[in-house]
């Protein structure tokens, strides 16, 4: 007898005898049909239970979540709905799951927060298995699609010295006990005396490490975790996240705009060829809730519509200065929808803004370029006009700013001075501006962040629905 999938067992050739399936019990209807699935496809398995000829205490025990082993033929299905059946020949309880106290069937319709609560049960449900397969084969087709083309895959730190962003929204990294630290003159913790010898963060970003790379071996990519202890509690933060950064020599900002273009669209249709029943199943998921939405704020495309849109369109290219006047000159906030007006060149767009140019103004992608220097991190290539910098933002209809990126500064001496401007110890960045020093050359590279982009290929709304187990503030649970 052969352990097979309940895929495979689905998608069989033809009636097979003696099969064995193992997985989980979804549902059990009339004492007779079983609903086994293991993970494999978000389809089930019918298993009909021979109930005459079993005792009611092992009928009793097949209730949602138990762990069972099942023998018997797969034959073809005599109701509608399915090809193939299991006519059951002996069952096999692994596990129980007592009905009275199993968390998720407790409940008629789990909420997305009631499930949240339980990230380790949720992924017992359909929507959550067919995210958690869709992200798994997002991760593979972007290694694919890097190393199709050449790029070296490189491990950048996870603790670092350094704040690559600029931010400071860095968590601390200590050895030290709580209690009993050294302390400094000030009061304060001596991390010369920790195990670095000087104060570590959680990376937030692997760039400056890639470009070190990148000067070498051409074209890398880093696809880890990071980590930003920015406080926003919204439905887009996490606070360890995911994020792929290439990083290209001799790519200008075009390049660079033209890579991130040609690498979503190819992930997105990686998805959609591999993943067709889990994203079928999260657009019908998605045109149910939309229904329950009034008319007006109903979306006018579906999940598949919108990814098949991703595909068949160029992102649209705009510079900041562009998408500045146009924000100005729709007025925006007339219809209700923006609390923030923009006055000024130079201000930072805010994702209401964001929203309006993609969703309501192109309705397409939209990658913005050209952004004034003061808003933008300090690596950024300086422009001509010494205003504005190198830097892209691509933002997508649902989700606003998926990837960020720039041509980076490869000038010496423009670079030490925006340190200094920063007021930035040159010394801490000894080892990047080495770059620059030896054989700089024009470089770019940009970071998705990977969680942005499930979420917009589930079509879910909230960041914490795409991530096994989301740390969020006051939320690090599990
Ligand atoms: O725009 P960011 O901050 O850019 C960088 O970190 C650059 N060093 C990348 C590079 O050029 N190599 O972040 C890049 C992307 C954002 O566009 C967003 O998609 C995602 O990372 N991101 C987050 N995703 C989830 N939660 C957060 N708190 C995020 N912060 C940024
Ligand atoms: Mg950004």
Redesign the pocket.
């Known amino acids: 007898m052969k352990h097979i999938k309940v895929k495979d067992l689905l998608n069989s050739a033809k009636p097979l005898d003696d099969v064995l399936v193992k997985g989980w019990v979804r549902t059990f209807r009339n004492n007779q049909f079983l609903a086994i699935n293991d993970g494999s496809t978000i389809n089930n398995i019918q298993c009909v239970v021979d109930f005459e000829n079993t005792s009611p205490e092992m009928l009793k025990r097949l209730t949602t979540s138990a762990a069972v082993a099942i023998h018997g033929n797969l034959v073809e299905s005599q109701g509608a709905g399915q090809k193939y059946e299991v006519q059951v020949t002996k069952l096999e309880i692994l596990g129980d799951s007592d009905a009275e106290t199993y968390p998720i069937q407790l409940r008629n319709k789990p909420s997305l927060e009631f499930l949240r609560e339980n990230a380790h049960l949720r992924v017992r449900t359909n929507v959550f298995g067919a995210i958690m397969r869709v992200r798994s084969v997002l991760s593979f087709a972007i290694h694919q699609y890097f190393q199709e083309k050449g790029f070296v895959y490189v491990n950048t730190p996870i603790i670092t010295g350094s704040d690559?962003?600029g931010?400071g929204e860095m968590f601390r990294v200590t050895a030290l006990p709580a209690t009993g630290a050294p302390l400094n003159e000030e009061g304060k913790v001596d991390y010369k005396q920790d195990f670095f010898g000087k104060e570590t963060n959680l990376t937030?970003?692997?760039?400056l490490e890639?470009e070190t790379y990148a000067m070498s071996l051409g074209q890398v990519y880093t696809f880890g975790p990071?980590f930003?202890a920015?406080n926003?509690n919204t439905s887009?933060?996490?606070?360890e996240?995911w994020?792929i950064?290439?990083?290209v020599a001799f790519n200008d900002l075009d390049a660079n705009m033209d890579l991130a273009e040609d690498f979503i669209q190819y992930v997105i249709k990686y998805a959609m060829d591999r993943c067709q029943d889990d994203l079928a199943f999260l657009n019908q998921r998605l045109a149910d809730e939309e229904k329950q939405k009034p008319t007006a704020e109903r979306s006018e495309m579906g999940l598949l519509e919108k990814l098949q849109f991703v595909l068949d369109n160029n992102f649209k290219r705009v510079s900041y200065t562009e998408a500045i006047d146009i924000l100005k000159n729709s007025k925006p906030n007339k219809n209700k929808k923006f609390n923030y007006i923009i006055e000024e060149w130079g201000a930072d767009l805010q994702s209401e803004h964001e929203r309006f140019l993609v969703e309501k103004h192109f309705k397409c992608p939209v990658i913005l370029f050209d952004y004034p220097a003061k808003i933008k991190?300090f690596y950024m290539r300086l422009n001509e006009d010494n205003q504005t910098v190198r830097a892209m933002?691509?933002l997508f209809p649902g989700i606003g700013?998926?990837?960020?990126?720039?041509q980076r500064e490869e000038r010496l001496d423009v670079l030490q001075q925006k340190i200094a401007d920063l007021g930035i110890d040159e010394k801490e960045l000894w080892w990047y501006l080495d770059t620059r020093r030896f054989g700089t050359a024009v470089h770019s590279?940009?970071?998705?962040?990977?969680?942005?982009?499930v979420l917009f290929v589930t079509g879910m709304t909230n960041?914490r629905d795409v991530i096994p187990f989301p740390r969020t503030p006051q939320n690090a649970e599990f």
């Not at 937030?204 to 760039?207: E, H, I």
């Not at 590279?445 to 982009?453: K, S, V, Y």
């Open positions: 690559a962003e931010a937030v970003s692997g760039q890639a990071t930003r920015e926003s887009r933060h996490l606070a996240f994020m950064e290439p990083e991190a933002d691509i700013e998926i990837v960020g990126g720039s590279g940009f970071g998705l962040g990977f969680e942005r982009l960041i």
